[in-house]
């Protein structure tokens, strides 16, 4: 297994270097129009610190957006109401990002030139370092061949199709330690940590919806999980665990909370606008483009998978897992399989959480049963 180990990371390392080949000769300006406001977002951050919250287009004074739209031939870029991804909001009469502000955040912690290159080398690096611990918990040949296959997968999908928006760079990486912990929260040794471990996993799945609004459902099955343990256990530990989560997600989404005060007027008034807020509906066309999409082969995979655990597993905590991975898949399918538009990246974080998660769920039992049958056969000490 040791050998078999050294070349399962040996496949990852290449992986990661082609990732890192590719994605050395990006371009942060390649005429994409979210591009260039979550770029904008970087540049207030870089500019004026917490007040790069505010992103009325009436107070920009440098000329940043106008002069990124000139560069890609934008026909109207002297025009500031006719910036793209721009919402005016009509009780502020403010014209402002529709995004929320964590992606804008993480760019700004690069330097200005390179931020786009920084932050997938970063995120293929988190994936690469979550490959390796996925290998070390491998205990057999059919556990090790899972990691290698899903691991170079996991790597590829860091740069195809996360690439297609800024946005799903810390989306991944989030995806990738949320999932680790819900593993060590409901199947590991975690479970005796439970309530430290609840609280990072609330933290993390509120932290990554400012760096995409959908991603709010990302934490769907975990409230549901909570909310029907605190109603249906007897015991204090489950109000308080619910109670945890749900406190430690609020503070999470606060930044987006207050760029939605700023610009929105509310804390809960939307910056989106268009298609994004249209009532739900169901159309074939876009239900067909997820089907002939691999997004599909993931939600199959995750789906399958899931139900396996559910059917199979003899473990109350892997089956709980289980559910809240499955009520998860359940509600993020109903919101994007009626949302009228599709994208090759809307379903990918719901499909990254939940196979990460199983993934763990899978291995760290099995690794944590062999050692402590390894400790049983050790002789006692005198």
């Not at 106008?66 to 500031?80: A, H, K, M, Q, V």
């Not at 040949?141 to 199709?161: K, Q, R």
């Not at 040794?189 to 439970?194: L, V």
């Amino acid at each position: 297994m040791h050998y078999l180990k050294v070349l399962c990371g040996f496949g990852f390392l290449v992986v990661l270097v082609s990732n890192l080949w590719s994605i050395s000769g990006w371009n942060e300006i390649r005429g994409v129009y979210d591009d260039l406001c979550y770029l904008r977002q970087a540049h207030l951050f870089q500019k004026s610190g917490l007040r790069g919250l505010d992103t009325n287009i009436a107070l920009e004074d440098d000329h940043y957006l106008s002069s990124r739209l000139r560069e890609i031939g934008f026909p109207t870029w002297r025009d500031p109401a006719t910036a793209p991804c721009h919402t005016l909001i009509p009780t502020t009469k403010k014209l402002v990002i529709q995004y929320p502000p964590g992606t804008g955040f993480v760019l700004a912690l690069f330097p200005e030139g390179s931020q786009v290159i920084a932050l997938y080398v970063l995120t293929s690096l988190v994936a690469f370092g979550f490959a390796l611990a996925a290998m070390v918990y491998a205990s057999s040949l059919l556990s090790l061949a899972l990691v290698a296959a899903f691991g170079d997968a996991a790597l590829y999908l860091m740069i195809n199709p996360t690439k297609a928006s800024y946005s799903m760079a810390p989306t991944m990486m989030v995806c990738a330690l949320a999932g680790f912990l819900t593993a060590k929260l409901f199947a590991g040794e975690g479970r005796r940590h439970r309530l430290v471990l609840t609280i990072l996993i609330g933290l993390l799945l509120g932290l990554a919806v400012n760096f995409r609004l959908a991603n709010l459902f990302l934490s769907a099955g975990y409230f549901a999980f909570f909310l029907v343990s605190s109603v249906t256990s007897r015991k204090t530990e489950a109000a308080l665990q619910g109670s945890l989560f749900g406190m430690a997600f609020l503070i999470g989404i606060t930044p987006t909370l207050l760029a939605n005060a700023i610009n929105a007027g509310s804390p809960f008034a939307t910056t989106y606008g268009g298609a994004d807020v249209a009532p739900p509906e169901l159309n074939p066309g876009v239900l067909w483009a997820y089907a002939g999409d691999v997004q599909f082969v993931l939600l199959i995979i995750a789906g399958v998978w899931t139900a396996m655990m559910l059917r199979l597993s003899d473990q109350n905590g892997i089956r709980q897992l289980a559910l809240v991975i499955a009520a998860n898949l359940v509600v993020n399918l109903i919101f994007f399989m009626t949302h009228p538009v599709f994208t090759p990246y809307y379903t990918i974080p719901i499909g990254m959480l939940s196979l990460w998660t199983l993934l763990f769920a899978t291995l760290i039992p099995h690794r944590e049963a062999i050692r402590d049958d390894i400790d049983l056969r050790q002789p006692m000490k005198a």
